[in-house]
């Protein structure tokens, strides 16, 4: 084991192959092993869980679980028993509980999500209101930024379903596609601002530029091509 900083590993009794840099950093740890803990109360709390890494101030700072990585500012503070978790940037995955195998990279990114599995937030603030929905992908800055419980979406592009709460089974690629979209589920949409509009239309498809731009509450349309059924609203 190596250990710098004030108490640093201060309980450890046969814990192994530790690496913890910073004023309390492994603190409570006791048995285990594999771990490295850069920053001050980094893995603090973590007593018996094994072959985790954390690098910030408060990152993985309660951790209870195995084969977690929290890098940045208070990544991954709250985890207690989610297992599989990567957080990285500031914030990221924060308040995360018990939930596992979510991966948030970028500053904000899932930081609200507490319970929700199988999460991945890549940009700033992506998913950062989600709670407890899981198989959500969020792919550039601010994607699925107000989904709290709507699961099982994909948005790739800055701003993509940014306004989605509870809508599920959305697949939006492109700059603003379904942008506006809240409740609605089941919607394809492809190109910058595709669907923009939409709020809780469902089971459309929109594959082109603006096509289906105006769109709110209609169902069941497909537009093919740049500009296709532009102006349709209800």
Known sequence: N????????????????????????????????????LGACSMYLSSTA????AVGYNSLYANGADNNTGVGFEALKANTTGTSNTALGANALCVNTTAGNNTAVGRDALD???????????????????????CNTGVGVDTL???????KNVAVGN???????????????????????TTGSENVSVGNSALCANTEGTNN??????????????????????????????
């Open 50 to 53: 094994a072959n985790s890494v």
């Open 159 to 181: 701003l993509a379903l940014a306004f989605n709460t509870t809508g599920g089974n959305n697949v939006s690629v492109g700059v603003c596609s379904l942008y506006d979209n």
């Open 205 to 234: 498809t929109a594959l082109g530029h603006i096509s289906l731009r105006a769109n709110t509450t209609a169902d069941n349309n497909t537009a093919v091509g740049y500009g296709a059924l532009t102006a349709n609203t209800t």
């Open 112 to 134: 609200a999500n507490t319970t929700g599995d199988k999460n991945t937030a890549i940009g700033k603030g992506a998913l950062t209101r989600n709670t407890t929905a899981g």
């Open 2 to 37: 190596t250990a710098v900083g004030y108490q640093s590993m201060f309980d450890a009794t046969s814990a192994e192959c530790n690496v913890a840099l910073g004023a309390y950093s492994l603190a409570n740890n006791t048995t285990a092993n594999f771990n490295t803990a």
């Open 145 to 151: 930024l107000f989904t709290t419980t709507g699961t």
